[in-house]
């Protein structure tokens, strides 16, 4: 009964969805049957060439994510620590992370081309600016009294740095990365649909031209699909890597 529970308002949706369809006041081009979008998702993962258009968008995104990651962790964990880092830093992201990087991709697109290296540039610009801002926020959240107690101990900077804030500092990290996890995915996708020829994004774009509607929203559910699994990956991680912490929130 959980798992109904769970999944009650998709099923009513989609429910709602095919008697739209089948009732015949709406055009199929603007409301295709959940049967014709299943035949173009079965399509879809049949064929070779079209799963290609889904491990491009895949690639750039998680190129573009990793990267963030890989330099967002320790740059925002030196801001949260390092005083005068904050003060040059902090005002420049909070004036700069409300401007939609998105804006900036013609620009990338004559830097880097039209191929997958701008792509992954703006997804990395994307992403790295919420994983700067929850690292560092995640680390200024350190408890003083547990470093301070650890130095008394005669632990160094680096046994400080591994054992209590890198710790501490990690579910605010992980927060970081499920939020940029899915703009990672939608900058793929937007860029894509801008200018490229390959993607998905490129894929759907190029079926609302043909005006098949169904394999444009076979594309979305993949689109979605991927987009589950990822976050899938990042919640598994978080729980092995943050073994110590309950789960510990209140439901009414």
Same mark, same amino acid.
């Given at each position: 009964m959980s798992v109904v529970r769970r999944f009650l308002l998709v099923v009513v949706a989609l429910v709602a969805w095919e008697a739209i369809a089948r009732s015949g006041t709406v055009s199929p081009i603007i409301c295709p049957s959940l049967v014709a979008i299943g035949r173009e998702v079965g399509r879809f993962v049949s064929r070779s060439e079209l799963l290609m258009e889904a491990w491009y968008s895949l690639y +750039?995104? &998680?190129?573009?994510?990793?990267?963030?990651a890989a330099v967002g962790v320790p740059f925002g964990a030196a801001i949260g620590r390092v005083r005068w880092l904050e003060r040059i830093f902090d005002p420049f992201f909070s004036t700069t992370y409300p401007v939609p990087k998105i804006a900036l991709y013609p620009i990338f697109v004559f830097a880097f081309g039209i191929g997958s290296l701008s792509k992954v540039a703006l997804v990395f610009l994307e992403c790295l600016?919420?994983?700067?801002?929850?690292?560092?926020?995640?680390? $200024?959240? /350190? %408890? $003083? /009294?547990?470093?301070?107690?650890a130095l008394n101990m005669g632990a160094s900077r680096a046994q400080v740095l591994r054992k209590i804030v890198v710790p501490s500092a990690a579910p605010a990290i992980f927060a970081g990365f499920r939020v940029a996890m899915p703009i990672a995915l939608v900058i793929v996708i937007i860029t894509e649909m801008i200018g490229s020829? %390959?993607? *998905?994004?490129?894929?759907?774009? /190029?079926? *609302?031209?043909?005006? +098949?509607?169904? $394999?444009? &929203?076979?594309? /979305?559910?993949?689109?979605?699909?991927?987009?589950?699994?990822?976050?899938? *990956? *990042?919640?598994?991680?978080?729980? $092995?890597?943050?073994?110590?912490?309950?789960?510990?929130?209140?439901?009414?």
């Open positions: +750039r995104a &998680l190129a573009g994510f990793l990267l963030a600016y919420p994983i700067v801002v929850n690292s560092a926020a995640g680390v $200024r959240e /350190v %408890d $003083r /009294v547990l470093v301070w107690s020829a %390959d993607g *998905l994004g490129y894929l759907v774009m /190029v079926s *609302l031209a043909d005006l +098949r509607t169904d $394999r444009m &929203l076979a594309g /979305v559910v993949a689109i979605a699909v991927i987009g589950m699994a990822l976050d899938a *990956l *990042l919640v598994r991680a978080r729980s $092995r890597a943050i073994f110590w912490e309950k789960y510990g929130a209140y439901f009414v």
